[in-house]
Structures are given as structure tokens and as C-alpha cells.
């Protein structure tokens, strides 16, 4: 099974600030890895797909990178509602399965 | 606007079952993949199964694999949970998550999500 390893589990931030967020596969998964942004309270919104595409309605400002084992999600100068928890997930066709990574919460410093 | 209202949630006891239900709105339901998403509040997110458009493609997370089913019905817009075997792990919110394609891909939109307690 596949594992990934979020990091850093937090990130202290002030508005105006770049956030790059980890995301490490314990195997290759080629690109299939997204993003996720949940909000307290909310459902998650998709990000990124396809390990760099922007999903519809995503602001520029969010960005993902990486192929392999090692992905990256950069927000290029975080906006107060970007303050939340970040998820990556992987897929795999055959059998078709996903998984979630643990997780980085964004916080403000 | 797409819409996914989950119903079904409750307590139940171990080893009981459960159904959960999910009506879809706003998007050409049998174009897509679906999924359930499930997560202990407070907790991360955890992939439970998807079902490709037809009902062709299924898949379970291993930890749920043989307790499951995933179902749908295109006529009703509507995407199921059958849950068997209860445990108290299961308890959790469970989103279900319409699909980017006709395959599973990516969960794109999520409903809000029902509430399972499993518990004497």
C-alpha cells in the first residue's frame, strides 16, 4: 500500500506569505496525486489534479509541482481565507483505490 | 449549481448495518464517477469506494472491503452506501463526492455529509 507523509503538520504563516506544502509518496505514483483545502466546518474543495493542474475556479495564486514520489503545493502569497488544512491524495487505476495523506494545517502567526 | 445532499446517518449498534444515501442535483449524474469520502471528526480524510458511471469500475479501501457496497441507480440521481458489520471505527461524517469524469479520477464537488455513530 501506498503511503504518503505530509509535511510540515503545520505551517505558521502570516497573510502576504509563501506556503509550500510537502507531499511524499512512499512508491512512485506517477502524477496521479491532488489538492485539497478543507475549511472548519466545510467539505474539501479540490486544488490541484493531476499533480499540476488548477481545478475550476482555483486561484492562480495556488500552484502544485512534482512527479514520483515528491509533490508540492505552493501558495504564492496566502490571502486570510487561505488559512485551513491542506490534504494530498493519491489514486491508482488497478484496482482503483485512493488514499489521503495525514494532513498540514495552515495557521496564521 | 451541483448539489449533493447525503442522508441515511444515525447511531447504530456494532455489528448492525446501515444505508446511506445521496441525491444528486444540478449536473448530468450518470456522466460521472462518484465516491465516499469519510472522516472522524476532527481527523483527516479517508477515501471509503468509488464507482465508475456505469457501475462497471468499483473500488473499497481495504478497510471497508467485504462490510461495503457501493451502489448507484442513474434513473434516481442517486449514489448508495450499504453498510454491513458495523464497527465502532466506522463512526465517522461520510461525504459522497461527485468525480471529475465518467471514471474514477478526483472527488471534485462534496455534500455536506452525514453523520454515522456506531455504539451500545
Known amino acids: 500500500e501506498i503511503v504518503l507523509t505530509q509535511s510540515p503538520a503545520t505551517l505558521s504563516l502570516s497573510p502576504g506569505e509563501r506556503a509550500t506544502l510537502s507531499c511524499r509518496a512512499s512508491?512512485?505514483?506517477?502524477?496521479?496525486l491532488a489538492w485539497y483545502q478543507q475549511k472548519a466546518g466545510q467539505a474539501p474543495r479540490l486544488l490541484i489534479y493531476d499533480a499540476s493542474n488548477r481545478a475550476t475556479g482555483i486561484p492562480a495564486r495556488f500552484s502544485g509541482s512534482g512527479s514520483g514520489k515528491d509533490f508540492t503545493l505552493t501558495i504564492s502569497s496566502l490571502e486570510p481565507e487561505d488559512f485551513a488544512v491542506y490534504y494530498c491524495?493519491?489514486?491508482?487505476?488497478?484496482?482503483?483505490?485512493?488514499?489521503f495523506g495525514g494532513g498540514t494545517k495552515v495557521e496564521i502567526k | 449549481e451541483v448539489q449533493l445532499v447525503e442522508s441515511g446517518g444515525g447511531l447504530v449498534q456494532p455489528g448492525r448495518s446501515l444505508r446511506l444515501s445521496c441525491a444528486a442535483s444540478?449536473?448530468?449524474?450518470?456522466?460521472?464517477?462518484m465516491h465516499w469520502v469519510r472522516q472522524v471528526p476532527g481527523k483527516g480524510l479517508e477515501w471509503v469506494s468509488s464507482?465508475?458511471?456505469?457501475?462497471?469500475?468499483?473500488g473499497y479501501a481495504d478497510s471497508v472491503k467485504g462490510r461495503f457496497i457501493i451502489s448507484r441507480d442513474n434513473a434516481k440521481n442517486s449514489l448508495y452506501l450499504q453498510m454491513n458489520s458495523l464497527r465502532a471505527e466506522d463512526t465517522a461524517l461520510y461525504y459522497c463526492a461527485k468525480d471529475l469524469a465518467v471514471a474514477g479520477t478526483w472527488p471534485d464537488y462534496w455534500g455536506q455529509g452525514t453523520l454515522v455513530t456506531v455504539s451500545s
Open positions: 512508491q512512485s505514483v506517477s502524477t496521479y
Open positions: 491524495l493519491q489514486r491508482t487505476n488497478w484496482p482503483p483505490s485512493a488514499r
Open positions: 464507482i465508475s458511471w456505469n457501475s462497471g469500475t468499483i
Open positions: 444540478g449536473f448530468t449524474f450518470d456522466d460521472y464517477a
